[in-house]
């Protein structure tokens, strides 16, 4: 065990209602019912919604899975499907997904979307394209970046989060599709973390560069199925991804870093019984850059935000974590390199995605054919109790 997570197990244990989990190696938060800590407002209700980014003038654009991006306008009206998107290969874990802005997105009003791009005979493979969004239309759509090897057999993992750094470059986590041994491939962009420039090409200063299309695209290797990647309030990369049977990762994104899958996870292959751990964990091969923080069992992240808002200031730096598995919001205290899982807010179903809205509220989208986005501001009585 990292010094770091002997700290924040002892600290945990010194907590009321500290619940430690089975694996020794990390220390489970307290669970809270988010209601007692937030005022939560349904705003809308969209099919299996997977992703949101606030426009400038305050309105949502939403994608949903099945290929369909949506305005929801700040009374909640949900608009029809916005013309002018690529058909998609929709099928259980993947289709439409994520949506960013341009940094400059006021002046040139380009939209980034990436999604799982149909291929012959029922394949599919990652797609990242942009297209301008005017008078409500997206208009001349074109793929800036494409993985050309389309897959047939495994249609999970394909992750697809979209950031701006705050070099205006763009990164792209790309899951390894449920096939382990090409997130150590350098020539597949499975499994990986990619960097390009906004018109989807390798940046110059990429770590990897060969003149091998793939391979001039990759910035970090070894990951499973990065469902979550943002920005801290330092400008550094953070992504989270779901591991086998548990082992979930919080990682901090350093250029040309192995994340080590899947040759080493904290969790369990599949296929281990109780008690059984097939895969060695990561305190074996300290050449693969450790999680940050863990989770055994899994709680399935999906989506994540760090805090910079006025209405929660005692929130201000933490990382938010939707929880598919474990139906919760989950907040992450970050302190340098330091992050230590605080508290797990009980939301009572699946959440797929989290934002920051523009007035300071957190936002959260529930993975369900009937999911709700909602909107959650302070409980006046819980915010001093810095819950
Ligand atoms: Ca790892
Ligand atoms: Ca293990």
Request: net charge neutral; hydrophobic share 40%.
């Amino acid at each position: 065990m990292r010094p770091a997570h002997w700290i924040s197990f002892a600290l945990m244990c010194l907590l009321p209602g500290a619940a430690v989990a089975a694996n020794p190696g990390h220390a489970e938060a307290p669970t809270v019912a988010a209601a007692t800590v937030f005022k939560i407002k349904t705003v809308a209700t969209l099919n299996y919604p997977w992703a949101m980014v606030f426009l400038p003038d305050g309105r949502l654009l939403v994608t949903q899975k099945s290929g369909e991006l949506r305005v929801v306008d700040t009374q909640g009206v949900v608009s029809d499907p916005i013309p002018g998107l690529p058909a998609v290969s929709f099928n259980g874990q993947t289709g439409l997904l994520d949506v960013a802005l341009h940094p400059k997105f006021a002046e040139n009003r380009l939209v980034y979307l990436s999604y799982a791009e149909p291929g012959p005979r029922n394949t599919s493979g990652l797609a990242v394209g942009r297209g301008r969004f005017v008078n409500g239309v997206i208009k001349n759509f074109e793929v800036i970046f494409r993985d050309g090897d389309k897959v047939g057999e495994w249609q999970g993992h394909m992750a697809g989060r979209l950031v701006f750094g705050l070099d205006g470059v763009l990164y792209v986590s790309s899951g390894e599709r449920q096939m382990g041994a090409p997130a150590q491939s350098m020539t597949t962009i499975r499994g990986k973390v990619l960097r390009l420039t906004p018109a989807g090409r390798p940046v110059k200063s990429n770590p990897f560069l060969n003149g091998d299309a793939a391979t001039d695209s990759l910035w970090t290797l070894g990951h499973r199925n990065p469902l979550g990647m943002a920005l801290d309030p330092a400008g550094r990369l953070w992504l989270h991804e779901n591991g086998p049977q548990g082992g979930d990762e919080l990682n901090l994104v350093t250029r040309g870093a192995n994340y080590g899958w899947p040759v080493v996870s904290n969790g369990a292959n599949y296929g281990d019984g109780p008690g059984v751990d097939t895969i060695p964990d990561h305190d074996t091969h300290p050449e693969f850059a450790a999680p940050h923080v863990w989770w055994n069992p899994s709680v399935a992240p999906s989506g994540l935000m760090f805090y910079t808002g006025a209405m929660f200031p005692a929130f201000n730096g933490n990382a938010f974590l939707g929880s598919l598995a474990g139906s919760a919001l989950i907040r992450v205290t970050v302190e340098g390199e330091v992050a230590t899982e605080s508290v797990r807010y009980d939301m009572g179903t699946r959440i797929r995605e989290v934002e920051q809205g523009p007035d300071g509220a957190i936002w959260v989208m529930e993975d369900s054919g009937s999911g709700r986005l909602m909107r959650l501001t302070p409980r006046r009585s819980a915010v001093s109790t810095g819950q």
